[in-house]
């Protein structure tokens, strides 16, 4: 797609001038095909930005760059003295990705198992936990928090099961795939020389699966992070929760401070996990991985 | 007479093991540690289970009871957001990704593409939101324009690690060839990455959908608003209506997406 013939760069010879370039042969059908999709794409772009336009203030808009110096001018020295209070929100930030995050793989487990062709214990089963997963996937962590705070009340336990809510389809669905991906034939000759239910899947399915197991767990731990700072703006604890009260007093020095502390934990978060990834797929276990 | 070890294990490190049982209850003490400081209110949840029982026996019967105008609407916002947010966010993002890829990008424009995107990555789309509704107003404009940063950083990441894997030879080939930076960028590179970018803004459409209903938490527009407003007042039959559509649009245009993917890329 995209004019990517290979041809195109080879390009030994220099076409005789005026004469048409090359293109790669397609059929009329596959050009009425493109045609129409792009005509298409376009066609809901316009449709889209007659929708914005809509409900646009054109006002707004005009001292959108004189409220973008105002704002940057309060930001502006960041008020460092909040940092020792923001440090204890932060913390339970992290907390809340990690158990979410290890919630979210528990329950990822039977599911991604029920999900699989290979594994899958009865007929109706595959059906259900897709559905399950695909529920889980849909709906934003944020949204998850938003239900939880109203059953379990306002505080970290709603945003950690929020988060692992939001991990289990994530997690599933990586996970049925691989196991898929391993096929039967393991457990299978395994079942042949007579192990057992649990032999087959601890020896046939789960050295298979481990690696890209692991690997998913803690990229999603990226996630969740990034994701459970927010998650104070709907009352479900960690660091958003310090963010929402200082927009709400218009304190926009400490909301840098904030950010700021954002930026650091998540990037630090990416640079673990990264080395993490790395070294799984060099194949060490997690646990020497994590020793680094 | 046979005292050794009844099963077979794989044989590893003696320290191997020692790590993993460390690494095993470091992480179960943490996890219970937590759950402990967090003082589960037992009563609070008992009080809350009569209410949670109403709140699902309404929820199961999903109704959009007079608001079916809002949601019809907010949903056209949010598709609109998402899909004007791939395209532009798409084509900043393309551009961000050349300009941070090690490979083919000067050191200076490197940097500066690369802050860029490690701050947009960073920062939540929720963050980005308060301060476009701050600079934008109330709306779907700053929906859109918290979308396309998102993207773009997205986009401009994960591109750039694709153009960094580019095989080096095809590189080298267009150098000499006395190609200039444009020839090698467009007829050489642009070409390579082609299927990973339609990739990319495909896998980036499907987040901005599920992202553009929860912008609108912060006034960002899109169905986000209209569920807020219905949790706010406890219409709960609406509530359940309104995810039920979001679900079942989003598993839409994933299959869509998939069956883009096997038939073109």
């Given at each position: 797609m995209m004019g990517s013939d290979p041809n195109g760069v080879r390009g030994q010879e220099r076409p005789a001038r005026g004469a048409a370039r090359w293109r790669s042969p397609q059929t009329l059908r596959d050009r009425w095909t493109r045609r129409t999709v792009w005509l298409a794409c376009v066609l809901a772009l316009a449709l889209s930005l007659r929708v914005v336009a809509q409900t646009t203030e054109l006002a707004f808009l005009r001292d959108a760059g004189a409220q973008a110096l105002d704002l940057g001018t309060r930001m502006?020295?960041?008020?460092?003295?909040?940092v020792p209070a923001m440090l204890g929100a932060l913390a339970e930030t992290v907390r809340i990705a990690t158990v979410g995050t290890v919630v979210g793989a528990l329950l990822a487990f039977p599911l991604a198992w029920l999900a699989a062709r290979t594994t899958s214990p009865w007929i109706g089963a595959r059906p259900i936990a897709l559905g399950l997963l695909a529920v889980s996937r849909s709906v934003n962590s944020l949204v998850w928090a938003l239900l939880l705070v109203v059953l379990l009340g306002p505080g970290p336990l709603a945003g950690a099961l929020a988060i692992a809510l939001r991990s289990v389809g994530f997690l599933g669905r990586l996970g049925w795939e691989t196991i898929e991906e391993v096929g039967a034939a393991p457990s299978e000759s395994l079942r042949a020389s007579g192990a057992s239910w649990w032999a087959q899947a601890q020896w046939g399915i789960w050295p298979a699966w481990a690696p890209s197991f692991w690997g998913s767990v803690v990229f999603r731990w990226e996630i969740n992070l990034r994701e459970s700072t927010v998650l104070g703006l709907v009352g479900?604890?960690?660091?958003g929760v310090g963010l929402q009260a200082a927009i709400d007093r218009l304190a926009w020095s400490e909301v840098t401070v904030v950010l700021l502390l954002i930026l650091g934990t998540v990037v630090l978060a990416e640079a673990v996990s990264s080395r993490v990834r790395e070294a799984l797929r060099r194949g060490e276990s997690p646990a020497e991985a994590s020793d680094r | 007479m046979n005292h050794g070890p009844r099963r077979w294990r794989t044989p590893e490190a003696p320290w191997a093991r020692r790590r993993r049982t460390l690494a095993w209850v470091a992480l179960a003490l943490l996890v219970v540690s937590l759950l402990g400081s967090w003082g589960i209110d037992l009563a609070r949840v008992l009080r809350g289970g009569a209410s949670a029982w109403d709140l699902l026996g309404d929820a199961a019967?999903?109704?959009?009871?007079?608001r079916g105008r809002d949601i019809l609407e907010g949903f056209a916002q949010s598709a609109a957001m998402a899909w004007l947010a791939t395209w532009i966010g798409g084509t900043v993002g393309v551009v961000a990704g050349f300009a941070s890829a090690a490979n083919i990008s000067p050191s200076a424009l490197r940097w500066l593409a690369r802050g860029l995107v490690v701050a947009g990555r960073a920062m939540h789309e929720m963050i980005l939101a308060i301060f476009f509704v701050a600079l934008l107003g109330f709306g779907p404009l700053a929906g859109t324009a918290t979308l396309a940063l998102a993207s773009a950083a997205f986009v401009g990441k994960l591109l750039s690690e694709a153009i960094e894997e580019v095989d080096p030879a095809l590189i080298e080939a267009s150098a000499a060839l006395g190609h200039g930076f444009w020839a090698r960028v467009v007829g050489v590179v642009l070409p390579a990455v082609a299927p990973r970018v339609a990739g990319l803004l495909l896998y980036r459409l499907d987040i901005n959908l599920r992202e553009s209903a929860i912008v609108g938490l912060v006034g960002a527009g899109g169905i986000g608003a209209v569920l807020t407003t219905a949790l706010a007042r406890y219409e709960w039959g609406v509530v359940s209506a309104i995810l039920g559509l979001l679900i079942v649009l989003v598993l839409a245009l994933e299959a869509l997406a998939s069956r883009v993917r096997s038939r073109w890329l």
């Open positions: 502006v020295p960041p008020r460092w003295s909040v479900a604890g960690g660091i | 019967r999903p109704t959009v009871a007079g």
